[in-house]
């Protein structure tokens, strides 16, 4: 597993649709070395503070892997690096291998996966299409958010080293198709529910699920 490139961007307004929304969703690839903190990278923001950010979405995480799907399903070729959002185009990350708990060693910090991405309308406006959210979170190719658990220094390069896994977790895809499931298993939601690691939000919305389901 690798680390492709560092990707960051300060909140700007944009407008899109007759709205005008602040967001940092144009990430850009960044030379040399950077600091990942509790909250974010060093040079990184976020346009919404209450849906975006936090201890539990310090930094973003997609596989590059995803990129030549989209190229191909999109029939694009000018997808660069940061082109989802992400703060970490990596390799060899895919959502199937990746669990929530994992934990790994980028370069000097240690950060745990916490939660995949949920796609929302400025996914939209940054690949041009309304109809992508729901395209992408159908495919399962959602890319996943991490915590920091040692900051440090990172940057493109890095190899990104496994320190502990529980492969009886759930992966990443597994907790995104529970998350978009219209009549979810009563069984896997409290699966989901006993991660430690599940970011709070997301448990707060597997135990909705469940009630409603008994």
């Known amino acids: 597993m690798k680390l492709i490139s560092v990707n960051v961007a300060k909140p700007r307004q944009v407008t899109h649709l007759g709205r005008t929304y602040m967001t940092a969703i144009f990430k850009q690839p960044v030379a040399g070395r950077v600091m990942l903190r509790t909250l974010n990278l060093d040079g990184d923001g976020q346009g919404n503070t209450e ?7 310090a930094a973003y995480v997609y ?4 990129y030549a799907h989209w190229e191909r399903e999109l029939g694009r070729s000018d997808l ?3 082109q989802f959002g992400e703060n970490f185009t990596v390799e060899g990350m895919i959502e199937n291998d990746i669990h929530i708990g ?3 060693r980028i370069g000097g910090a240690v950060v745990e996966v916490t939660e995949p991405r949920a796609p929302c309308h400025k ?4 690949m041009g299409s309304e109809k992508f959210p729901l395209m992408f979170l159908a495919s399962g190719r959602v890319g996943f958010y991490l915590r920091v658990i ?17 492969r009886h977790a759930m992966s990443v895809r597994e907790i995104s198709r529970l998350w978009a499931a219209k009549t979810p298993d009563p069984a896997r939601l409290r699966n989901a529910i006993e991660i430690p690691a599940l970011a709070p939000e997301w448990r707060q919305h597997f135990e909705k699920k469940l009630a409603k389901s008994v």
């Open 51 to 57: 849906l975006h950010g936090g201890p539990y979405m």
């Open 63 to 66: 596989a590059i892997e995803n």
């Open 80 to 82: 660069g690096y940061g």
């Open 102 to 104: 994992d934990v790994f």
């Open 123 to 126: 996914l939209a406006m940054r």
């Open 150 to 166: 040692e900051e440090g220094v990172l940057g493109a390069g890095d190899t990104i080293e496994l320190i502990s896994a529980d």
